[in-house]
């Protein structure tokens, strides 16, 4: 019984290249949460998303960040040209909404820009 | 703005001592709070929760305690054990609704041997 798969787990990309981020959630599971984390701090909510619907992207910035949910495949947090206050560790959530509100992370992706 | 919070950013403790974490919420409309620990390199990992219409609720060594009134929430650890260290959140969001989590900023829990 898989939980949340997110890879990679490491992903070094230089200034103004595009990082692709890819969350896999628990099997039954039709919603995903990306939270972004910063060292030291807490998690920051940036996107919900279910099967091919994007419900809350409050916590999203403006430019640059786009997150998709497809009807098959993972889910995927796009960032185009990143910059280095954009290096963080990227969670992914998922929770079954016939199960509760529990929502269950994967182990994240740790994004460093050069 | 409203937020959670946590009153001390690192807590030391005697391993088989018992752990109290403490967090402050403020917002009103939160009728759902859970507790998360954090392991270096991985995942928040569920630890217990409790909703509103509850004031405490029992886990396995683990107790969460729920005043209304202050808007405080804390976890308690009885026994802790060198496996406990780890970064612990409180985070928060409305029941029923499958919303965003609000997270507070994290205490660590350090146990001495």
């Known amino acids: 019984n898989a939980g949340v798969m997110q890879n990679p787990r490491h992903l070094v990309r230089r200034r103004g290249q595009e990082a692709r981020l890819r969350c896999s959630p628990m099997?039954?599971?039709?919603?995903v949460y990306w939270y972004r984390q910063l060292p030291e701090e807490g998690l920051k909510f940036m996107v919900y998303?279910?099967?091919?619907?994007?419900?809350?992207e409050s916590g999203m910035p403006k430019e640059r960040f786009s997150a998709e949910f497809p009807k098959e495949g993972p889910s995927i947090l796009r960032i185009q040209q990143v910059v280095r206050g954009d290096s963080a560790a990227y969670f992914c959530?998922?929770?079954?909404?016939?199960?509760?509100?529990?929502?269950?992370f994967g182990p994240g992706t740790r994004l460093t820009v050069l | 703005g409203e937020s959670v919070g946590l009153h001390l950013p690192t807590l030391s403790v005697q391993e088989g001592d018992n752990s109290i974490i403490n967090c402050a919420y403020s917002?009103?409309?939160?009728?759902?709070f859970i507790w998360y620990k954090q392991e270096s390199g991985k995942g928040p990992q569920f630890i217990i929760d409790i909703r509103s219409n509850m004031d405490k609720r029992q886990g396995q060594r683990v107790t969460v305690l729920l005043n209304k009134t202050v808007k405080h929430l804390s976890l308690q650890i009885a026994a802790t054990q060198p496996g406990d260290s780890a970064v612990y959140f409180c985070a928060e969001n409305i029941a029923g609704a499958n919303s965003k989590l609000t997270f507070g900023k994290g205490i660590t829990l350090s146990v001495r041997p």
């Open positions: 917002n009103s409309a939160s009728d759902y």
């Open positions: 099997k039954g599971h039709s919603h």
């Open positions: 998303l279910q099967k091919e619907n994007i419900i809350d």
């Open positions: 959530a998922s929770s079954n909404p016939a199960g509760g509100n529990e929502q269950f």
